[in-house]
């Protein structure tokens, strides 16, 4: 008897013709660890960053179990704990992320300035050692998880306790610094980057688990604007210190602490402060990683923009001036395609500044085309009248609102039959909106902020045991305008035939013996074929021009 396997591994998340742009969400990223990660699951930072970042359907996991205020190492080598989180990760499958914040307590809370060079190492490798079951245990319940672990920021104990003199004492995390001995800025620091070393080398040696080491963020980041209030005294201005290690006779600057009105904490971050720490962990981490099966960056040299008067400008800017729309073309390197069937596809950008009013709304224009408008793929003034393959509309996701977020721009069905391997892929974006205001999106000059076309593929494979048919398929010519024929044994009985799209929505359905179908009142796009006849089952793509 004739076994037929089908696999659509990928369905498309954006239909065309849609009445709203509507996005789903995804719970990808499991928070577990200690206050750390309390705060961020509070302060809900990940959602805010990661849609900053243009991925704002994602969503963030947690509970008080496994993000538990004060929490160290050992607590998550319990049962209790592991079986909340190997729950978890087993009940849902979309979680791809685990972001784990544990060992800081650890080390402060065991450490003081007496021990020996030979005791802080031992101490040290305990902990870390600790963390590698944790680590183990995760990726023994779900390997094909991916862990980060957050790691810490620089604390700032003495500013911020001797900032309500005379009441040191009463301050909350008086008595942790008091048993640690009173360490200097420049003890805690070295502490908690030679901790953050060893994680790094064990990371280095990891494909499933990933570290951001920047202890100095705060400092890079904020800035110390007033000068420090205790020794060494002194400021300097946001992004002056260097990372991953900037100041290390220096605390975090007070202002990036968290602040409880009457004091500020000497430990944990402001939710700016945690919005910063995610939002580098977005730039070297989850923007890419959150990517589908594939990502191109724009080729840059091709990029640019293009007014309705005619004037090019390299600069990438959407919208419009005094009433001249700005067209924003880009160029992606699709030749480089790992596949040829692309089941989804979306462009993201982002913003760098913006003149006059915003004109980004929920959907953007956009015209594709397989190779080249004009004659070459360099900007040119007729690009804008040049016949395109596709003229879509694309629903806009992520963030507007600040210089340094991005949008993502979700290519509908019709535009993806001209993703090709063939040769490279040229887009125009335009804003249908008569707001008078430009954005100005980065550029491809820095490979970490350009312009990404993110590919998802989809693969359909068929076993059958009916006879062999046409070399090039079921169906053929494919890819095909309108007309196509089924090339079958001529002793086999057609008993149904079924044309779907990629989220599985039946398009045409046939009961009779046909040999050819008519996909010409179709939209451009991929197909899947279901042929089911008296001798077997088969099923094929098609891609409708």
């Not at 000497?266 to 589908?292: I, N």
């Not at 790992?338 to 993201?348: K, L, M, N, R």
Request: hydrophobic fraction near 40%; charge should be negative.
């Amino acid at each position: 008897m004739m076994r037929v396997l089908f696999v659509a591994c990928v369905l498309l998340t954006t239909l065309s013709a849609r009445s709203q742009c509507t996005e789903p969400s995804h719970n990808k990223v499991l928070l577990v660890g200690d206050s750390w990660a309390f705060f961020m699951g509070v302060d809900q930072t990940i959602d805010e960053v990661l849609a900053r970042w243009g991925h704002s359907g994602y969503r963030y996991l947690t509970n008080l179990e496994i993000a538990e205020n004060g929490a160290e190492t050992d607590d998550f080598l319990e049962p209790d704990k592991q079986a909340e989180i190997a729950d978890r990760l087993l009940s849902d499958p979309e979680i791809t992320v685990v972001h784990l914040s544990i060992g800081g307590n650890d080390v402060l809370g065991d450490w003081h300035v007496s021990f020996s060079e030979a005791r802080t190492d031992s101490l040290e490798q305990a902990v870390f050692q600790r963390l590698q079951q944790v680590v183990n245990f995760i990726l023994g319940v779900r390997p094909d998880v991916h862990i980060l672990w957050s790691g810490y920021m620089y604390p700032n104990f003495e500013e911020v306790i001797e900032d309500i003199a005379p009441l040191q004492t009463i301050h909350p995390f008086y008595g942790t610094w008091e048993d640690m001995g009173f360490p200097s800025f420049i003890q805690l620091n070295t502490l908690l980057n030679d901790f953050s070393a060893i994680v790094q080398a064990y990371t280095d040696t990891m494909e499933r688990v990933s570290f951001v080491n920047a202890t100095a963020l705060m400092q890079h980041t904020f800035g110390q604007g007033e000068p420090l209030g205790v020794a060494p005294g002194g400021s300097y201005p946001p992004e002056e210190a260097p990372l991953p290690f900037g100041h290390v006779d220096y605390p975090s600057p007070m202002a990036s602490m968290r602040d409880y009105g009457l004091t500020r904490d000497c430990f944990h971050l402001s939710p700016a402060g945690y919005r910063d720490m995610l939002d580098l962990h977005a730039r070297k981490f989850y923007h890419k990683f959150l990517m589908d099966d594939q990502y191109l960056l724009s080729s840059g040299s091709n990029d640019g923009t293009i007014t309705g008067g005619g004037t090019i400008s390299p600069t990438l800017h959407l919208g419009s001036t005094e009433g001249e729309a700005h067209a924003l073309v880009l160029t992606f390197p699709t030749s480089t395609m790992t596949s040829a069937w692309v089941g989804g596809a979306s462009i993201f950008l982002r913003r760098d500044a913006l003149a006059g009013e915003d004109p980004i709304g929920s959907t953007v224009d956009v015209k594709v085309k397989s190779g080249a408008f004009g004659t070459t793929f360099a900007l040119e003034a007729e690009d804008l009248t040049d016949a395109p393959d596709a003229s879509v509309t694309a629903c806009r996701f992520g963030s507007t609102g600040s210089n340094g977020d991005w949008i993502r721009i979700d290519l509908p069905l019709e535009a993806l039959p001209y993703l090709r391997q063939t040769g490279d892929t040229q887009f125009i974006l335009s804003i249908p909106s008569a707001a008078d205001g430009s954005v100005t999106y980065h550029d491809a000059s820095d490979p970490e902020l350009a312009p990404v076309l993110n590919l998802r593929f989809t693969d359909i494979i068929t076993t059958t045991d009916q006879v062999p048919v046409h070399p090039n398929g079921t169906a053929f010519p494919n890819p095909t305008t309108g007309l196509i024929d089924l090339a079958l044994p001529a002793e086999a009985m057609v008993l149904e035939v079924q044309v779907l799209d990629l989220t599985g929505r039946l398009l045409l359905h046939h009961t009779d013996d046909v040999r050819a179908l008519d996909l010409s009142t179709l939209p451009t796009g991929q197909y899947v074929l279901h042929i089911r006849t008296n001798t077997g089952k088969t099923s094929q793509r098609v891609v409708k021009w």
